[in-house]
């Protein structure tokens, strides 16, 4: 099972919105409902940004959305800020023996 | 607060094993899937293993399987990877995570890693 294709980076103006794809299969994304989306800090622990496609977990700012449109997911960032500069990651739960499986990850830049 | 802290990383021979523990506190552990994730140098997230709340259901990546195991103690609030015949691509930083909704629905606290280093 091969990672999730993502786009290995992404830049936009300060206030400006994003979006990161995440390209998957009807065996992970297009066919569950387990889409997350995880923000890392090099050297620090991932934080969950989004759950179950387009969920929230608590505390996480409003400026970060999800959503999924057949196999391909979404992760969009609106008012860009200086501290949404790093690492992105999106997973899904899929159906092949391999069970759970990450994107290859983006990186965010902010101009 | 919710605190989750890797340990037992380190150097080994490749063929050597290696124990990580994850001691966590500030959550009903019990409640909880817990999960390994991985991070080669240079490299992305890779899911690892995982352990139901209750132990009943324990599933692995397929280039861990057979090879490493996971386990967790309720009681003492921590979870394991014995990690067996360790090979140089096994080389990563190694995060425990606690699922947070359904099985499957992500991960929302990690600790900070631990450096697994494989290398004669």
């Known amino acids: 099972q091969s990672a999730l294709t993502q786009p290995a980076s992404v830049s936009g103006s300060p206030g400006q919105s994003i979006t990161i794809s995440c390209t998957g299969t009807?065996?992970?994304?297009?066919?569950?409902?387990?889409v997350s989306w995880y923000q890392h800090h090099p050297g620090k622990a991932p934080k969950l940004l989004i759950y179950?496609?387009?969920n929230r977990p608590s505390g996480v700012s409003h400026r970060f959305s999800g959503s999924k449109s057949g196999n391909t997911a979404s992760l969009t960032i609106s008012g860009l800020q200086a501290e949404d500069e790093t690492d992105y990651y999106c997973s899904s739960y899929t159906s092949t023996s391999t069970l759970y499986v990450f994107g290859t990850g983006t990186r965010v830049t902010v101009l | 607060e919710v605190q989750v802290v890797e340990s037992g990383g380190g150097l080994v021979k490749p063929g050597g094993s290696l124990r990580l523990a994850c001691a966590t506190s500030?959550?009903?552990?019990?409640?909880?899937?817990m999960n390994w994730v991985r991070q080669a140098p240079g490299k992305g997230l890779e899911w690892v293993s995982s352990?139901?709340?209750?132990?009943?259901?324990?599933y692995y990546a397929d280039s861990v399987k057979g090879r490493f195991t996971i386990s967790r103690d309720n009681a003492e609030t921590s979870v394991y990877l014995q990690m067996n015949s360790l090979r140089a691509d096994d080389t990563a930083v190694y995060y425990c995570a606690k699922g947070y909704h359904d099985f499957w629905s992500g991960f929302d606290y990690w600790g900070q890693g631990a450096l697994v280093t494989v290398s004669s």
């Open positions: 500030g959550f009903a552990f019990s409640r909880y899937s």
């Open positions: 009807s065996s992970d994304v297009g066919g569950y409902n387990y």
């Open positions: 179950d496609v387009s």
């Open positions: 352990i139901s709340s209750s132990s009943n259901f324990r």
